[in-house]
């Protein structure tokens, strides 16, 4: 893995300014994404993970949102820098999205095939007319039959896992160097989400694109992710591929969100372990490690410095002064 | 309907008796009726005594409407609910009333179903006073006993709603649910709207008050790992029908319906990128239960169907010799033979 990396996150804090005070939303994160690799963001509600992704798109309104920091590197410039016409460039052309629910997304007014040929127009420079027939072609791909018909179709006359299908075409139209998708398959039923995510895999191989996937299922994360960043209250508290992360997650907070899962497969627990207390306000973060309120192995120390994200393990990193396997 | 196994495990407290709810689609300036959905079809199960029941499935399957339909939130179209002998669709009002203190409901989002402009303790409070069943100091004796009992402190109990989170709202809802002392609770997606950390805090809970008051739930969720883990047996639904019902355990690992197979199968975790793909992936969507497919409804998704399937009755309900097993489909049989246990289906 020594490719230069697609993307690259140093130090970003995103911040908003609320009435309350300054929400530090995203405080310090850094990762990278290579090339072709599907790399997973995952946490809980607030814990950064989507204003980390709109970032990267330049999504993030302004205000209140505040750029407080560190760069977004793709392909030789820091997107952070850059002005909305030069973002606009780049969105749906080198770096496209994917959201949650896509009938937010997608126009009501406007047929598919319109929706998608727009982006190729807009930044490919060809006519409609050609841009129509790229339409038609991603819709095949992404396994929406009869295209040819269904390309004059609007998005309340399909179903949800189409409509994602039409979502998908549209962010693949130009095919991007980087998918960013937050919660693709979250408003799914679990039999759509697995062709959904079928299709995805599929459609990463062919075009070689690297996917930043944001989630809280740690079921998908195992299942489609290369590497894997995990956030808490706007911190990267660990980093790894997906096997170590998995087979010996050395922040506690990761342990403790594996224990708490009820799982479909395997044994079954008698009593799910449970992370005591609640997530903190990112008006209020503790001093220190912010994780330490509910962490069984806080210490002393715990409240002083707040842990530097380190080697824990060859190629695996942990913000934390006690990791699992050290007390 | 199927015969149900002689030697129930628990006393049934609850017993469905093929439950129909049929919503009319009215279209144009009179409303005429223009067609029904069929949300649930003929559906039949037991809940004992102390015992939780999963019911699973996905959107628009019906298990919603079951439930409701169970407090009368919503009337059914046929069947029968006995609940400890009598039939819920059929007592007069003033039993109703006094049934619905033995039933209660949770449901997801416990911030829409709590009413901002009241204090915790009036939420909690509301229907012992309704029901005329405690007032002044021992009305608020009895919502402090409940808001402890579900982990919340006293001090809680004159606060508002938006001043808590998610889990500590989700904790007023079931404290709301237990104020009248219930024998029965339907948890409507109870936990699905929650983080994992708290989620694992509120199914604690919920088990935690089962042991200690001897409830039953009827737990209506689409997160197969959460039913997994708290529920003693489990019944798929898939377009307003049962398509199979087992022991937890059983169901789990001896799928014998090709849609329970594929929807488990479809769970993600477990299996790493690359490893070898034992997923089933269903073709298309879940058909409108306006115009359910003829036959077995599974029939257009289905790896295995034959003729038989794609037209006449409805496949009957199976249970297995010496088990409570059950699943409606044509090739399953009584010595457990199912389609999905033999060869790869073609194709």
């Not at chain 1, 079928?198 to 989630?215: G, N």
């Not at chain 1, 220190?288 to 962490?295: E, P, Y």
């Not at chain 2, 997801?108 to 029901?131: F, I």
């Not at chain 2, 199968?265 to 409108?288: E, F, Y």
Request: net charge neutral; aromatic share 4%.
């Amino acid at each position: 893995m020594s490719a230069a990396p697609v993307l690259e996150i140093r130090d970003l804090k995103t911040w908003f300014r609320t009435d309350r005070g300054v929400a530090r939303a995203v405080d310090g994160v850094s990762f990278e994404v290579l090339p072709g690799e599907t790399l997973g963001v995952v946490g809980e509600s607030g814990c950064g993970k989507s204003v980390t992704a709109l970032s990267v798109l330049g999504l993030v309104p302004k205000p209140p949102g505040i750029h407080a920091g560190g760069q977004i590197l793709f392909e030789g410039a820091d997107l952070a820098r850059l002005g909305e016409r030069e973002l606009e460039d780049i969105r749906g052309d080198r770096i496209s999205m994917i959201f949650q629910e896509p009938m937010t997304s997608l126009n009501p007014v406007f047929t598919v095939g319109d929706q998608i040929a727009e982006s190729v127009v807009r930044h490919r420079g060809v006519s409609r007319g050609e841009a129509m027939g790229v339409a038609v072609d991603m819709l095949q791909k992404v396994g929406i039959p009869s295209p040819e018909s269904r390309v004059r179709d609007y998005p309340h006359q399909m179903s949800g896992g189409m409509r994602q299908r039409v979502m998908i075409a549209m962010a693949l139209a130009c095919r991007p160097t980087l998918l960013v998708a937050d919660e693709p398959t979250t408003a799914l039923d679990v039999t759509i989400q697995a062709q959904i995510l079928e299709l995805l895999a599929q459609l990463q191989r062919d075009l070689h694109m690297s996917v930043l996937l944001i989630t809280h299922d740690l079921g998908v994360v195992e299942e489609v992710c290369d590497r894997v960043v995990v956030m808490y209250a706007g911190k990267v508290v660990e980093r790894a591929t997906v096997d170590d992360l998995f087979d010996r997650p050395l922040h506690p907070y990761t342990a403790g969100l594996f224990r708490s899962v009820p799982r479909a497969t395997g044994t079954r627990a008698a009593r799910l372990e449970v992370i005591p207390g609640v997530v903190p306000s990112p008006l209020d973060f503790p001093t220190g490690c912010r994780f330490r309120n509910r962490c069984p192995a806080a210490r002393g120390p715990c409240a002083e410095g707040e842990p530097p994200l380190v080697e824990g393990a060859a190629g695996h990193q942990v913000a934390c002064h006690y990791p699992e396997g050290t007390r | 309907m199927s015969a149900l196994p002689a030697a129930a495990p628990a006393p049934d407290l609850l017993e469905v008796q093929g439950l129909v709810k049929h919503f009319p689609i009215r279209r144009g300036l009179l409303m005429r009726v223009a067609g029904h959905v069929r949300a649930v079809d003929g559906v039949s199960f037991r809940v004992g005594a102390g015992e939780t029941l999963g019911l699973v499935g996905e959107s628009g399957c019906g298990k919603t409407t079951v439930g409701r339909t169970l407090l009368r939130l919503i009337d059914p179209t046929a069947g029968a609910a006995l609940f400890e002998g009598r039939d819920l669709f059929t007592l007069p009002p003033a039993q109703m009333r006094e049934a619905r203190r033995a039933l209660q409901i949770i449901f997801q989002d416990p911030y829409s179903s709590l009413n901002p402009r009241r204090t915790v303790a009036q939420t909690v409070g509301e229907a012992l006073a309704t029901h005329g069943i405690a007032r002044g100091s021992e009305l608020r004796d009895r919502v402090e006993k409940v808001i402890v009992q579900v982990g919340l402190q006293p001090l809680h109990m004159d606060r508002y709603p938006h001043e808590f989170s998610g889990g500590q709202r989700q904790r007023i809802g079931i404290a709301r649910a237990l104020a009248l002392g219930p024998r029965f609770i339907v948890c409507d997606e109870a936990v699905s709207a929650l983080d994992v950390s708290i989620q694992a805090q509120i199914i604690n809970l919920l088990e935690e008050l089962q042991a200690e008051l001897g409830l039953s739930y009827l737990f209506i969720a689409h997160g197969l790992g959460v039913v997994r883990h708290i529920s003693k047996r489990v019944a798929v639904m898939y377009l307003g029908r049962i398509v199979e019902e087992a022991e937890t355990e059983e169901l789990f690992r001896n799928p014998l319906h090709p849609y329970t197979r594929a929807l488990l199968s479809a769970i993600p975790g477990g299996r790493r990128k690359g490893a070898a793909r034992t997923r089933i992936v269903l073709p298309g969507d879940v058909p409108s239960p306006i115009h359910p497919p003829p036959g077995c409804h599974f029939h257009p998704r289905c790896a295995y169907a034959r003729a038989e399937c794609r037209a006449g009755p409805y496949p009957e309900t199976v249970t297995l010799r010496g088990s409570s097993h059950r699943a409606a489909c044509h090739f399953v049989t009584e010595d457990g033979g199912s389609p999905v246990l033999g060869d790869p289906p073609p194709g």
